[in-house]
C-alpha cells in the first residue's frame, strides 16, 4: 500500500502511542498457627505510577529503513508489615520507594525482505530507597544486532546482545557482564513443527571488586511436534535440552528429554502417556530422575470429563535412591447456569506407593526451581535442609543472589521456606534456581490424597466464587514427613473494570503446618490516556 499510494519521503516521524498508568494494591492477612501458637498479621501495600512515549518512523520508505524510540518513567512504592504475636511481639517493617527510568531505540533495515537486519540498544536506571539512609541504585544498559533469514522451509533469527549492569549499594556493589548469542530456526507444516534453538553467554560476575564467577553457559534445545494417522488421531511430541555451564566457580551439566504421545481412541475415549529424563551433574555429584505417566480419559456429552491415571518415577540423587509409583482417578463436571454463569466441579483421587534408601551418605544434593512472587513464602520439595548449604540463583544460574539482602530462609518444623525481601535483586514474580542438601533416610510409606473443588463464576466471569478440600492420609514403617491431615479454603474474587479485590480463608490441619489464614486483596488500575 505505501508504495502504491504513497510517494517517497526523506523522513518521517510520528508518535505511536503514550500512556500514563496508575495502579494501587493492598493485601492483608491474619494467620494463627496452631501448631506453635502463634499468630502472624500482614499488611502489604504498593503504589506503581508510570508514564510511557513511543515515537517511530522511518527514512525514506518504511520497507527501507524504520525505528522506533521509547521512553518510560515511574514510581514504585512497596510497603509492609509483619507483626508475630507468641509469648511476645515482634514487628517486622520493609518500605522501599523506586524510581525507574527506561529507554529503548531499535532501527531495522529492510524489514520485508526475506533477509532484514535490525540494530538495538536499550538502558534502564532504578534507584531504590529502603529507608533515608540506604539507597540501593541500579544501571543496566545493552546494545545488539539482530537478524532474520526467511526461507520456505526453515526461517532462521539470530541476535547478539551485549549487557551490563552495576549495582551500588550502602554496604556492597556489584557488576554484571553477558555477551550473548542466540539462534533459532522453526520448519512449520501445518499443526506440526519442528524447532532448533541455540544459546551461548559469556559472562562476568563481581562484587566488591572481586571476582565472582566467570565463565560460559551454553544451551541446546530440539522439539518436535508429528501428527500421526491418516485422520490425525495420534500426536507425538519431543523435547530434549541439553545446558552446560563451565565458571571458575560453578561447573555443571543438565540433560533433560520429555516424549509424550496422544491417541484418539474413539468419540468419546482418549489416552495418553509420557516419559521423562533428567540428568544433573556437578562437582562430581550425579543425580538422575526417571518419570512416566499414562491416563485414559472419557468425555461424556460436553459436561462430564472422566480418567484414570498411572504414574511412577525412579530418583537417584548421589546419596539416596526413591521409587514411587502411584494410581488415581478424576472426575471434572462443567455446567452453564443461564447466560452468564459457569460451575465447575472437580474431584481427584491418587494413592502413591514410596520406598526412598540412603545408599552412601547421609545426605544428599538437591536443586529445584521455583517462583518467588511479592513476600510470599514458598515450601522447598525436600525435609532436613541444612540451611547453611542452601543457594538461590537466577533463571540462568549466572547471578548468586544474597541471604537476608534478596531473600530469607525460614524454617517451619522440619521444612524449609525461601521469601523474597522486598528491595533486592529478585524481581517480583521471577523463577529462582535453589540448590541444597539435605538429609536422607530409607523407609517405605503410601500415601493418599482426595481433593474436591466448586469454582462458580457469575455475570461473565467478573465474579467468581470458588472452594476446596483436601485430605492427606500415610501409612508409613518409619516415622515420616509425608502430609497428614486435612487442608480446606473458601473464598472469593471480583474483577470489574479498574478493580480487582477478593478474599480467601484457609484453614490447614496438616501434620507439618496447622494454622487458620484469613486474607483480602484490592487493586486498582487507572489510565487517563
Known sequence: ???????????????????????????????????????????LQSYDTRANLTIGGFVYHPYFLDFTASGALGYVSESGETKTIADTETTQDGDAQSDVREYNVSASLLKQKPYSVTLFANRSISYVDSDFFTRLASDGQGYGISGRFRTYSWPLTWSYTRSMSDTV??????????????????NKRGLEETRLNYLHRDFLRETDDLLINEGVHQQAVFSDRQILGAEGNAGLSSHYRFIRQDGIYSQFKNLSADESLFLRLADAWSASSSYGYSRYETDGDISQTHQANAALSHQLFESLSSSI????????????????????????????????????????????????????????????????????????GATGIEPSTITVRDESETIVHEEGFDYAVIQVGVRTQIQRLMGGRIPDGATVVVT???????????????????RLYLFDKHVELYGRIDTYGVDSDVESTALDGMEKSVGATCGWGFFSGGVDYKDSDLSLSQYRRLSSYESLRFSPF
Open 309 to 380: 491415571f498411572g504414574d511412577g518415577s525412579l530418583a537417584d540423587s548421589g546419596g539416596s535412591r526413591t521409587t514411587r509409583r502411584g494410581a488415581g482417578i478424576g472426575e471434572s463436571y462443567a455446567k452453564k447456569l443461564g447466560g452468564s454463569a459457569l460451575l465447575n466441579l472437580g474431584y481427584t483421587h491418587h494413592t502413591t506407593w514410596e520406598d526412598s534408601a540412603a545408599t552412601e551418605s547421609a545426605s544428599t544434593a538437591s536443586r529445584e526451581t521455583i517462583v518467588l512472587r511479592g513476600s510470599e513464602t514458598v515450601f522447598l
Open 1 to 43: 500500500d505505501w508504495e502504491r499510494y504513497m510517494m517517497p519521503r526523506m523522513l518521517s516521524l510520528d508518535v505511536l502511542s503514550a500512556s500514563l498508568d496508575f495502579f494501587y494494591i493492598n493485601e492483608q492477612s491474619m494467620e494463627r498457627n496452631t501448631l506453635y501458637g502463634t499468630r502472624t498479621d500482614k499488611d
Open 169 to 186: 549499594g550502602s554496604s556492597t556493589s556489584s557488576h554484571n557482564e553477558d555477551a550473548t548469542f542466540s539462534a533459532m530456526t522453526l
Open 436 to 454: 541444597y542438601e539435605a538429609e536422607s533416610g530409607s523407609g517405605q510409606f503410601v500415601t493418599r490424597s482426595d481433593s474436591g473443588s466448586f
